[in-house]
């Protein structure tokens, strides 16, 4: 059985502090997502990564995917109030995908 | 990516009764979707498969004669709860893949009292 495991769980911090979350799993997956959902609302898609060792950026956000396609890592640099919400990585193939508990971030002002 | 929408967003019902919960792809026609349920605090878990044309694929755990899923278009499915009961109650999103991705709808929140 396939598990991914976020860390940490829960995460709050000042604005314009720096933060990572990880994402990790003992198995290997041929694409990691990474998704941020708001209250009451559906996950909204971030980012895709799909080679070992990829580093995509977004804004001021910065996906990495571990070389060896089982972990993968979001940094935030200079934490803004409206990067608050609920991270989620989330693997698997054929569209059927494995997601982490999230980890819940808040972002003081 | 793909627009998916979800109606109703929010529902609240009696105990007993039954719910239908629409789940459309506006924009791809979509032969397969997928329904998950989110409780407070905690991540999403997949409940089934909605296959176009033929019956949903139902997770280990979920009971398919209590969650009815009809996939009766490349563009709709429907989750419906039957005789819902108060530990029904939960977030139910729907997904559409495309390419190696999914696209979410907005949920749809559910009370059951």
């Known amino acids: 059985t396939q598990l991914l495991e976020q860390s940490p769980q829960f995460l709050s911090i000042q604005e314009g502090e720096n933060l990572t979350v990880y994402c990790n799993s003992s198995?290997?997956?041929?694409?990691l997502q990474w998704y941020r959902q708001e209250p009451g609302e559906g996950p909204v898609l971030l980012v895709t990564v799909v080679t070992g060792g990829e580093v995509k950026k977004l804004k001021r956000l910065t996906f990495q995917f571990g070389d060896a396609r089982k972990d993968s890592s979001l940094h935030i640099t200079a934490a803004q109030p409206g990067d608050t919400g609920l991270y989620l990585c989330?693997?698997?193939?054929?569209?059927?995908?494995?997601f982490g508990k999230g980890t819940k971030l808040s972002v003081k002002p | 990516g793909a627009v998916v929408s979800q109606h109703p967003s929010r529902v609240i019902c009696k105990s007993g009764t039954s719910v239908k919960i629409e789940c459309r792809s506006l924009?791809?026609?979509?032969?397969?979707m997928f329904w998950y349920r989110q409780f407070p605090k905690q991540s999403l878990m997949l409940m089934a498969t909605?296959?176009?044309?033929?019956?949903?694929?139902?997770e280990q755990g979920v009971e398919k004669d209590k969650f009815l899923i009809n996939h009766a278009s490349l563009t709709l499915s429907t989750l419906t709860v039957t005789s819902a009961h108060p530990e029904d109650s939960s977030f139910y999103i729907c997904s559409v893949p495309r390419y190696n991705e999914q696209f979410f709808g907005p949920g749809t929140r559910l009370t059951v009292l």
């Open positions: 909605s296959n176009e044309g033929s019956k949903a694929t139902y």
């Open positions: 924009d791809f026609q979509a032969t397969t």
């Open positions: 989330a693997g698997g193939s054929q569209g059927n995908l494995i």
């Open positions: 198995s290997v997956f041929s694409s």
